[in-house]
């Protein structure tokens, strides 16, 4: 169940791999699609049930092992379901509405990226996994938005989502690093059953956890934008 963000993200590749305009390709990235929505639903028999984690370090940094952190529970259940299901219907719709476009498998390759960016994002055990799957996002937007790269347009909004981007990253970023800093830790249990602090910003006392919410949520509307 872990490894669901994997079958997106290979069907992508592989779609990549071979010539771009052919119903081989299509017909890959659309099944690739439905064994992950065909997954999604095999989970909903763990509703209600405990949380699985899975745990493995990512880096170490002067005794603070960083971890990489997924977890299966009610909510991550709920949106891979929903991410799955939205993917399949675009992929679908896209598979007919681009039959003559000569970029489609390129653009079905990119939808595929997409739908395992933000699956790896629904999983997410901790901030830190969290911020991975967010960069992973908003490359593939970038990349999807661009598809018609020679075009002015797409090209111009590509660059604006680049740049609005940008700023999501270093208030989610900066989270990260006040997680870190003051709890050692970016582990969603663990922050949340941690006791609150006030921090000093120049001559304001302010909540650390109000403000590592405000961060996050400031990085949600720059991906909304």
Known sequence: FFLMPLIPFIGGILTLVYHFRNE???LLTNMFILISLCVSLLLIGNINHQALYYEFPFFLINNLDLQIKLQIDN???VM????????FII????TNYLASD???GRFMAQLSLLTAAVSLLV???NLLTAFIGWQFVGLSLYILLNHYHYD?????????????NRVGDLSFLTAVILCYVYFGNSDFNFINGANDININIFTYSVSLNTLIVCLIFIAVMTKSA
Do not use: D, P
């Open 75 to 77: 909510l991550s259940i």
């Open 24 to 26: 081989n390709t299509n």
């Open 80 to 87: 891979l379901l929903l991410i799955n299901f939205i993917s």
């Open 102 to 104: 000569v970029t489609q």
């Open 91 to 94: 992929h679908r719709y896209s």
């Open 123 to 125: 999983i997410s055990g």
């Open 152 to 164: 002015n347009n797409a090209n111009k909004s590509a660059k604006k989502n680049f740049i609005i």
